[in-house]
């Protein structure tokens, strides 16, 4: 009997972890980390075939998907997640789609060799896409993964600002929990898209 039909005579105890979840329930997540995260490592070592483990492995991409599962469902992005189907469906598209970032970006610093300019543009046109965009549930699955180096280079409350927006938060939203105003999220954004482009902030 496979993994699928054991969880099948428990599908409503799952629809209430998922509820649970979705009010912030600590103990309804945990039972879903315990019920899902071996299983989702396995799926992850699958999609990482071939990819370079040094920086990122399984266990990482199965933590980073559980966690945008949950961080979504508190905040009302996943509306039509019910029950176990959904939650695993859900979780193998985020995985999937991590495991595919790893891949481009290694393929990426391979490819780029000593034109370490031009991998850098490519990263930095992703994030600043990032940053442009409206907020969706996929977001957060796009940000790539080797892209820790641009976060660095951002300070105090502008780096606190491009982790929300990443997040996908709105900019009043932003600015409601940063306690300013939608003009200061605005004119931050502008300097950290400088800032990421190696231009000069202050011009």
């Known amino acids: ?16 972890w998922i509820a649970g979840m979705k009010d ?13 995260f071996d299983r989702l490592c396995a799926l992850a070592d699958k999609k990482l075939a071939g990819a370079v483990r040094a920086v990122v492995d399984e266990q990482d991409l199965a933590i980073m998907a559980m966690r945008a599962i949950w961080e979504g469902a508190r905040e009302g992005r996943f509306r039509r997640l019910q029950n176990r189907e959904d939650l695993w469906q859900l979780l193998a598209v985020i995985t999937s789609r991590k495991a595919k970032n790893v891949h481009r970006d290694q393929n990426l610093r391979r490819q780029a060799g000593q034109r370490s300019s031009d991998f850098h543009s490519t990263v930095v046109m992703d994030f600043i896409e ?31 600002i491009a982790l929300m927006r990443l997040a996908g938060h709105s900019n009043a939203e932003i600015a ?28």
């Not at 496979?2 to 428990?10: A, I, L, P, Q």
């Not at 939608?182 to 902030?201: F, N």
Request: charged fraction near 30%; hydrophobic fraction near 30%; aromatic fraction near 4%.
């Open 1 to 16: 009997m496979s993994g699928e039909d054991r969880d099948s005579s428990n599908s409503g105890s799952v629809s209430d």
């Open 24 to 36: 912030g329930d600590s103990a309804a997540v945990a039972s879903l980390w315990d019920r899902y």
């Open 130 to 160: 990032l940053i442009e965009s409206p907020p969706s549930e996929s977001l957060i699955d796009q940000i790539p993964l080797s892209c820790r180096d641009l976060l660095s280079r951002l300070e105090g409350r502008d780096c606190d």
């Open 176 to 203: 409601d929990g940063q306690g300013c105003s939608v003009a200061t999220v605005e004119r931050c954004l502008k300097k950290i898209r400088l800032i990421w482009a190696d231009q000069d902030p202050s011009v």
